[in-house]
């Protein structure tokens, strides 16, 4: 039997993107701090300060690699996982980043070959059998197209979270994903 192909996202579920983005807009504006729980979708333009941007909060220099791992299980539990399966990390990077994510995963896994580090916005496109992901666009059209789903519970996805399988650590995650993989499959929740 060929192996599963596992697709996992990085920013904010194998790395805090929005936490160390919003420390660096707090420091660039103290008169407007944001918290974690006013990103409540992707588009942060009605919160963030006058001032900022889509390339001040995202395209800040470095900012990739410095992001730190999303708990103390998910290097392992990544790893575990790959050798079971096949898994390939998928991440909507904007093209500056990619370097940087790239370093990020050799710094931090560095069991992920090249080949399996894909760059793609539109996800849906490639074929996986589950994806790990917070983002709640991806996780629809996952679902849409069939695909199981292990959802990264974060503000922005609040409104998925009562009808999606949701996972807030890595503790564990990788024996949730054999259970996926080996359950009924759809629905995406259970
Ligand atoms: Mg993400």
């Not at 093209?95 to 995963?105: D, I, Y």
């Not at 399988?165 to 890595?170: G, V």
Request: charge should be negative; include cysteine; hydrophobic fraction near 40%.
């Amino acid at each position: 039997m060929s192996k599963k192909i596992v697709a996992i996202d990085m920013d904010d579920t194998i790395c805090h993107l929005v936490p160390k983005a919003i420390h660096y807009h707090n420091a660039a504006y103290p008169d407007l701090p944001l918290t974690i729980d006013q990103v409540i979708s992707f588009d942060l333009s009605g919160i963030w300060h006058p001032e900022c941007t889509e390339e001040i909060f995202f395209g800040r220099p470095k900012l990739y690699e410095e992001l730190e791992v999303f708990d103390e299980h998910t290097i392992e539990e990544v790893r575990r996982i790959s050798e079971e399966h096949d898994v390939i990390i998928v991440t909507a990077a904007r093209p500056s980043a990619v370097q940087e994510k790239w370093n990020w995963l050799q710094r931090h896994m560095p069991f992920i070959p090249f080949e399996n580090f894909f760059v793609a916005k539109r996800k849906y496109l490639l074929e996986f059998d589950l994806l790990i992901d917070d983002g709640p666009h991806n996780l629809l059209a996952a679902r849409e197209a069939g695909k199981r789903t292990i959802g990264i519970p974060r503000p922005w996805n609040s409104t998925l979270q009562n009808e999606f399988l949701m996972k807030d650590s890595w503790n564990g995650m990788g024996e949730l994903v054999n259970n996926v993989l080996s359950g009924p499959g759809f629905p995406a929740k259970g």
